[in-house]
Structure formats: structure tokens, C-alpha cells
């Protein structure tokens, strides 16, 4: 039983539309095929020359030439109707008649020019074989041009070598016979992939669309959620600014308050403000640092970071809070060094530790570091609530928790933003994150970093431990004059407070200008004379337009004297970054915490006086 045809199961639509790309292909290799008609036409006739008379061998060229330019007519002729679906078949018996009339002029020249001499025989069978399986690719593309182009080439010239009569001949043209029987299965069944592969072509091109005629809803909802998305980190990146600048004037204020507190009474209720603002400012800062994640505005800056620094660094930072709670901290000391971005890279481990601690209520926290082969794996391990097994995955996205942090927690009850952060920062540093965790008995993330080999000085590491902020009896701030250059007046007396506190006189506006006014003022004030500032404060966006590094220079120009300068800024990109760092200054980031204010202040005071 003969197997089905391929083309049975397709839908006739679909055939049809494949009938009709296989015409238009047709009309397309009008070109080509005259090409390959004139070029074997004259092969032929280089090779019977001599044995045929030159002017039937020129008559047959003109034949083939006359019947090339009424298919190159009839194609410019498709081309100007542009046909449609249901004049596909009409078409193809255009063609397939020129195809026809080429076949029967090939076929008239196997018996016209038949040749006497036998090796001149096989030239022409050679010849007359290799025009039909040149042209092929050209004609097979349609059935009925195929076989009106094979059939007729062909037959006249098995039945002229069948006419010699003698064996040798006979066996000849039996064996020709098999190979156009081959040749025409061949054809065949060519002609048939072709169509399935166009009409399944089709059919693909059909589902897709209903594909996504189905999903459009989806499509913009997606879209709808992205744009979503994208407006908040815009607007959280453009407004930074002027969402940082309350609070970063409130966190002056509570620290000059801190200061100048003396009343027993009292302490709490400020400690208790400050507490607060410190939450307030984690929570905000977690929320830009998510929008600056999402668009793309943190480009790590890798470099070998020795890890101990960063372990006393967040000893000394959340040793209080774990001793408040009654939680052990260990940080166990190490000498090795990583590849990494240092400062994203202790972002990522306060927050696992700040983590640690929220939802730790006995026991402790230990953070150490271990090779892991070429690397180093860093553990935060506590005796915490643990994580079930199936929030491992989702308690990294944002605003999810695995529990309820102690409701009198120092660290608060936070926002389900730690853990998000720190995915995202571990995949842009490119560092392995892993989570192990058993409910009720306490939960080991680590981060897993390139490790790298620290180069050690002569009797000491190469990296060695900032000082610890000096103690406000020590600061050396007494009898200095710091300008304050700020566009919002909150700010300015938020400096103002706090460098009062610590024993300096301040002066400060919102321009150069005004920094100016009030530093006379202030020399009238404290009858010192007018001898500039011994430090500038400035803010990075001025109003108007202004840059703080200009307002600088303006004000150094202006006094005549080339104080140390910091530049606060809420703008943390990296053209911020770089243009602060090219003209030589100190970039804090706002809200700025009242400490590193005052160790960035005494030390650019103190490379002055060096």
C-alpha cells in the first residue's frame, strides 16, 4: 500500500497559499532560467558543431531565444497585475506552457541535430541530462512547469537512441529511461517538501498570530506594569534630591540635639528620636537603592577589599543594637581579601546582618569567612526564626517577610526590602548567594566572592582600620569657621546647630553670595576679622542650575583663601561621583549621618594643617 501523500493532512487554505508562493517564485526566477536556457543552448551547440548545419543550429537558438522573451513578457505581465490567492492557478499554466514549449524545443534538438559520430551521441545525451538537472532548482519549485519542461526534453531523445536499433543502443535508451523515471520521482517528491515546509510555513505564521491576538491583553498589561515600574524608579531617581533633603536636615537636628542634651529626663526621649530618624533613613535608603538597582544606576567599582576592615566596621555599628536586645555578635577576625566592590559588598553583608538581628530573638549572630577553593564564601549564621523551605525562593522579592521581627525591635519591623537588595547587588557583582535555613532553629546566608591576595607591607597589612570618629571634647573644631553653602535653609540650620555643638562658628546661605553676607556677619559677631572659612560645606545641586562645585571655587576666589571643601549631595550616579572626585573633593551622600560628618570635617581640616 503506497504511503499517503505528505500534502493530504493540509489544510486546503494553507496549500493554496503555498501554490501561490511557488507561482510568484516562478515569476520571480524569470532571469535565471533564461540565462541557464541561453548558456546550455550554446554549450550544445560548441559541442555538435561540425556535425550539424550552422543555420538550423541558429534557427533552434532563435526559437528558444523568441519563446525567453514571451516568458520575460508574461512575467513583467505578473508583475503589473499583482494576482491574487484565486488567480495562482492560472498563472502556473502560463508559465507551465513556456516551460512546455522550452522542454519540446530541447526534445526537437534530440532529433533535428541528432549527430552520426557516437562520442558526439553521448555529448548530446550528456548535454540534454544536464540542462534538465541544472534547471532543477528552477522548475521543481512547480509541478506541472516541471514535468512540461522534463517530459518533453527528454522522451524525443530516449526514442531517437531507441531508433538506432542496435543493442548497445536499446540498453541505452532503457537505461535513460530509468533515470528520467528517477529523475521525475525525484522532482516529485522535491516539489512536495517544498510545499509542506511553505505551507507549514503558513500555519506557523496563522498560530502565531492567533497567539497573539490571545495574549495582546497580557502584552499591555505587562507593558502597562513596566512602564509602572519605570515611572517609580524615574521619579525616585529624579526627586532623590528633594525627598533626601528633610531628612537629611532632621538627622542634623537629632544629632545636635543629641549633643546638647543634658537633662537625664531627656536622654531617652532623644535617644528615642534618633532612633527613629536612623530607622526612617535605612527605610528611605533601601527604597532609592532599590530604584537605582532597577535603573541601572550603580556601577560597581571592583578592587582587592581586605575583609577584616569591613568586620570591625560592622562590629562596631551593630554591637550596641545586638547588646540591647540581649543577642550575642561575632564577627570572626580573617586576613583574607576579596574582588569585589567594597562598598556595595558591606552593603550587602549590613543588610544580612541587620536581617540576622531582626529576627533573632536569643542566641547571636556570626559572620565569618571561609576558602571556598578560588574563593571565599562569607556566612551570616544566627539562631533566628528560620525560613521554610518553600519561602526560600520568594523571600528575596520585595515586601516579603518570614515572619514578625520583636514589635520593641530596634532594627523595626522593616519593610521586606533587605533581602531584595541584596539578590540584586550580589547579581550585578556577580557573587553566589545562598540560603540554608531551618524553621525555629535559625537560617546561614552567604555570598560567595572571588578571592584575591592582599599585598602586605613590611610589618603591617597594606590596608589598615580608619580611626574611630573622635569624641566631641576632641574634635578639632574650636575656634574654626565652617561656611555652610545650601539651597535649603533647614539644611543650613541643621549645620549651623550641629557644628555649634562640636564648637564652631558657622556661617551659611543658600548662595555664594549669602555665605559671604553671613561670614561678615559673623566676624562682626565674634570681632575675629574677616579671614575666610577654615572649612566649605557644600551642597552638589544648588537652586537654579547651580553646581556646589563652582559655588566653591566662587567662594575661595571671594576670601582669598583655598579652604578644604565637602560636597554632600543626594546624587550618588556615577557622573556625580566622577566630577566631585576630579576636582579634588570629598563626596557624602545624603541623608548624612551625623558621625561621618563629623570624621569627614576633622579630616579634611587635619590634611589642611598637614
Request: charged share 20%; glycine share 10%; aromatic share 6%.
Amino acid at each position: 500500500m503506497p504511503a499517503p501523500s505528505p500534502l493530504a493532512a493540509i489544510a486546503p487554505q494553507l496549500l493554496a497559499r503555498a501554490r501561490f508562493d511557488q507561482v510568484g517564485t516562478l515569476y520571480r526566477q524569470w532571469h535565471r532560467t533564461t540565462v541557464s536556457m541561453l548558456l546550455g543552448a550554446g554549450i550544445l551547440c560548441v559541442v555538435l558543431w561540425g556535425q550539424v548545419a550552422p543555420p538550423l543550429m541558429a534557427a533552434w537558438i532563435g526559437a528558444i531565444g523568441v519563446n525567453q522573451v514571451w516568458r520575460g513578457a508574461l512575467a513583467g505581465a505578473f508583475r503589473r497585475a499583482r494576482p491574487g490567492l484565486a488567480d495562482a492557478p492560472r498563472w502556473g499554466r502560463y508559465w507551465s506552457l513556456g516551460s512546455a514549449l522550452a522542454g519540446a524545443l530541447w526534445g526537437a534538438a534530440a532529433v533535428v541535430m541528432y549527430p552520426a559520430s557516437p562520442a558526439h551521441e553521448a555529448l548530446l545525451i550528456v548535454c540534454l541530462f544536464g540542462v534538465i538537472l541544472g534547471g532543477l532548482n528552477l522548475t521543481a519549485v512547480y509541478k506541472s512547469s516541471f514535468y512540461g519542461f522534463a517530459l518533453p526534453a527528454l522522451l524525443p531523445l530516449i526514442v531517437r537512441v531507441a531508433m538506432e536499433g542496435d543493442t548497445v543502443h536499446v540498453f541505452t535508451a532503457i537505461v535513460m529511461g530509468v533515470v528520467l523515471a528517477f529523475l521525475l520521482g525525484f522532482g516529485h517528491h522535491l516539489n512536495d517538501v517544498l510545499t509542506h515546509s511553505l505551507a507549514m510555513r503558513y500555519e506557523n505564521v496563522d498560530l502565531i498570530d492567533e497567539l497573539q491576538g490571545e495574549t495582546r491583553k497580557a502584552e499591555e498589561a505587562r507593558a502597562a506594569a513596566e512602564t509602572a515600574n519605570r515611572a517609580k524608579s524615574q521619579f525616585l531617581a529624579a526627586a532623590s534630591h528633594d525627598l533626601r533633603q528633610p531628612l537629611h536636615a532632621l538627622g542634623l537636628f537629632a544629632a545636635a540635639l543629641a549633643t546638647r542634651t543634658r537633662e537625664p529626663e531627656l536622654k531617652p526621649l532623644v535617644a528615642s528620636i534618633h532612633a527613629s530618624v536612623d530607622a526612617l533613613e535605612g527605610l528611605f535608603a533601601q527604597l532609592l537603592d532599590l530604584s537605582r538597582l532597577d535603573a541601572g544606576g550603580l556601577t560597581p567599582e571592583r578592587k582587592v577589599t581586605p575583609l577584616q576592615p569591613m568586620f570591625a566596621r560592622l562590629a562596631d555599628d551593630f554591637s550596641p543594637q545586638a547588646s540591647a536586645h540581649g543577642l550575642s555578635l561575632t564577627l570572626v577576625p580573617t586576613t583574607l581579601a576579596v574582588d569585589s566592590d567594597p562598598v556595595l559588598l558591606e552593603r550587602i553583608l549590613r543588610n544580612l546582618v541587620a536581617n540576622a538581628l531582626r529576627y533573632t530573638r536569643q542566641g547571636g549572630v556570626v559572620v565569618g569567612a571561609r576558602r571556598r577553593g578560588g574563593a571565599v564564601r562569607i556566612d551570616v549564621v544566627d539562631t533566628g526564626i528560620g525560613i521554610a523551605a518553600e519561602l526560600h525562593e520568594r523571600i528575596f522579592d520585595e515586601f516579603v517577610q518570614a515572619g514578625a521581627a520583636p514589635p520593641r525591635h530596634a532594627g523595626g519591623r522593616g519593610m521586606g526590602l533587605g533581602l531584595a537588595i541584596v539578590r540584586r547587588l550580589a547579581a550585578l557583582l556577580g557573587h553566589t548567594l545562598s540560603l540554608a535555613s531551618v524553621p525555629g532553629r535559625g537560617s546561614r546566608f552567604s555570598v560567595t566572592v572571588p578571592r584575591a591576595v592582599l599585598r602586605r607591607r613590611r610589618g603591617a597589612d597594606a590596608a589598615v582600620l580608619p580611626a574611630p570618629p573622635l569624641p566631641a571634647a576632641a574634635q578639632p573644631f574650636s575656634g574654626r569657621r565652617v561656611a555652610v553653602i545650601d539651597d535649603d535653609p533647614a539644611v543650613v540650620a541643621a549645620m549651623r546647630a550641629l557644628f555649634s555643638a562640636w564648637g564652631a562658628s558657622v556661617a551659611g546661605g543658600e548662595s555664594v553670595a549669602a555665605a559671604i553676607a553671613d561670614l561678615a556677619a559673623v566676624s562682626r559677631r565674634d570681632g575675629c576679622g574677616d579671614r575666610g572659612p577654615d572649612l566649605i560645606v557644600a551642597d552638589l545641586r544648588l537652586a537654579d542650575g547651580d553646581c556646589g562645585l563652582d559655588a566653591v571655587a566662587q567662594l575661595r576666589a571671594a576670601c582669598g583663601r583655598h579652604a578644604p571643601a565637602l560636597i554632600v549631595s543626594g546624587d550618588m550616579q556615577e557622573e556625580a561621583r566622577a566630577a566631585v572626585a576630579a576636582a579634588g573633593f570629598t563626596l557624602l551622600s545624603k541623608p548624612l549621618v551625623a558621625t561621618a560628618l563629623q570624621a569627614a570635617a576633622a579630616a579634611a581640616l587635619e590634611s589642611e594643617a598637614a
